[in-house]
């Protein structure tokens, strides 16, 4: 279960996401979890959080709960100086080296985090197989979505246009079917002079 950051949008009525606070995240986690019987929770960090590092990150979170304990649940193993970062980092690589296979996206390695934010600049104005022309980042994440069955972000619900994030919490293998499904969306593009 993922309480993404975009609840500030879609609950507070915020512009973007640049607005949610870590406060914010934490209560929306905490009402996620009273309702979760089981299976793992996922909370987003809010901007400003992690940007710097992994470490960057512990430290807030150790600073916001004071002690290592969320309901009851106790932190360890993790020292925050990296030798043992939490973070799925053997995720992360093979979805930023497939995505970058694709002629007109591009990504790079994120710094601590679950997701890779990645450029559509190279679709914007392009046509689909279908005839549509992409316009946004938003057109792109839905043509994955509705013609190969691949969920996305846009970015510019993170004033981050023309990008989508793709998040790797996952497993591997349904990272690999979707690297896979994006790299096959890449192909059927024509040039909007070409119609």
């Known amino acids: 279960m993922l309480v993404g950051d975009s609840v500030g949008m879609v609950l507070h009525g915020l512009p973007s996401t640049l607005g949610v606070t870590l406060e914010m995240m934490i209560m929306h986690g905490q009402a996620v979890r009273r309702g979760l019987e089981r ?14 590092s992994p470490v960057q990150a512990f430290r807030k979170c150790r600073a916001r709960h004071g002690r290592d304990r969320l309901r009851g649940r106790q932190a360890r193993g993790w020292r925050g100086d990296g030798r043992d970062d ?18 007109g996206l591009r990504c790079r390695v994120p710094n601590g985090a679950f997701y890779v934010f990645v450029s ?15 316009e946004s980042d938003m057109d792109f994440a839905m043509y994955l979505r509705e013609e190969f069955g691949v969920a996305v972000v846009p970015g510019s619900g993170f004033m981050a246009s ?3 994030r793709i998040a790797y919490a996952a497993s591997e293998d349904e990272l690999k079917r979707a690297c896979a499904r994006i790299l096959a969306a890449c192909g059927p593009f024509r040039e909007r002079e070409e119609l």
């Open 39 to 52: 299976g793992l929770m996922v909370v987003d960090m809010s901007f400003g959080c992690y940007e710097e």
């Open 86 to 103: 939490p973070l799925p980092h053997r995720s992360r690589h093979p979805v930023v080296e497939q995505i970058n296979q694709a002629e």
């Open 120 to 134: 559509c600049a190279g679709f914007i104005g392009k046509t689909t197989g279908k005839g549509k022309v992409i």
């Open 162 to 164: 023309p990008y989508i």
